[in-house]
């Protein structure tokens, strides 16, 4: 049996169903309740010495509280400025009400519509920070953008978070939203399974 993080299910999902697809160095940040990452280098998932590759919502930040315990869950670093929690009291702070993350992004980007992209922008300028650290020691071809948060900001906030990384790291990844339809981790679990049928189906011995 194999075990796989849902964060690296969605990537394999993404390489071989979604926007992915023929890209050998990519990463996929996924923002939902927490924040984690997927990396993959040469065309193959990177799981790093322990399995921990990919575990950025810890990451020390600007701006955020420096975690000494990171057996928190959800608490500190990247989390504290993009997990679900902190968009929320960002909105807040805003005069937007809402009662989830997701939520709380859609009317952001309402909001940035109408001509008051305050919001929108300063969750931009959090995830670009913390893409910026992730991008300048892997260098990707492509940054991908996952999770409840980021698909509800959609183009308007990819295109703000593209220009707000522009200006914080020196590779230029291309920047894209996830293409995979319904659940990517799901996606990247059959995908797994349909490999591991397949080698055992027509592995000679």
């Known amino acids: 049996?194999?075990?796989?993080?849902?964060v690296n299910l969605a990537a394999i999902?993404?390489?071989?169903l979604g926007a992915a697809q023929g890209v050998q160095d990519f990463v996929l940040l996924w923002v939902e309740d927490g924040v984690g990452a997927a990396v993959v280098l040469a065309g193959r998932l990177h799981r790093g010495h322990t399995g921990g590759a990919g575990e950025v919502g810890y990451m020390p930040l600007p701006g955020a509280?420096?975690?000494?315990?990171?057996?928190?869950?959800?608490?500190?670093?990247?989390?504290?400025l993009a997990g679900a929690p902190a968009v929320l009291a960002l909105a807040r702070e805003h005069g937007i009400s809402a009662r989830t993350a997701p939520e709380a992004v859609t009317a952001a980007v309402t909001a940035a519509e109408g001509g008051d992209a305050t919001v929108l922008t300063a969750l931009a300028r959090r995830l670009a920070t913390g893409l910026a650290a992730i991008v300048a020691v892997v260098d990707p071809e492509l940054v991908l953008l996952s999770g409840d948060i980021p698909l509800s900001g959609g183009e308007?906030?990819?295109?703000?978070?593209q220009e707000e990384l522009t200006g914080l790291a020196v590779p230029r990844p291309r920047l894209a939203l996830s293409t995979v339809q319904g659940s990517p981790v799901v996606a990247g679990a059959l995908q797994i399974a349909l490999?591991?049928?397949?080698?055992?189906?027509?592995?000679?011995y």
């Not at 999902?13 to 071989?16: D, I, K, L």
């Not at 308007?156 to 978070?161: E, K, P, S």
């Not at 490999?195 to 000679?204: G, H, L, P, Q």
Request: hydrophobic letters at 40%.
């Open 1 to 6: 049996m194999a075990v796989e993080n849902d």
């Open 13 to 16: 999902a993404e390489q071989r």
């Open 65 to 80: 509280p420096l975690l000494r315990n990171v057996r928190r869950e959800n608490s500190g670093g990247f989390q504290q």
């Open 156 to 161: 308007a906030l990819r295109a703000l978070v």
């Open 195 to 204: 490999t591991t049928a397949r080698e055992s189906v027509f592995t000679t």
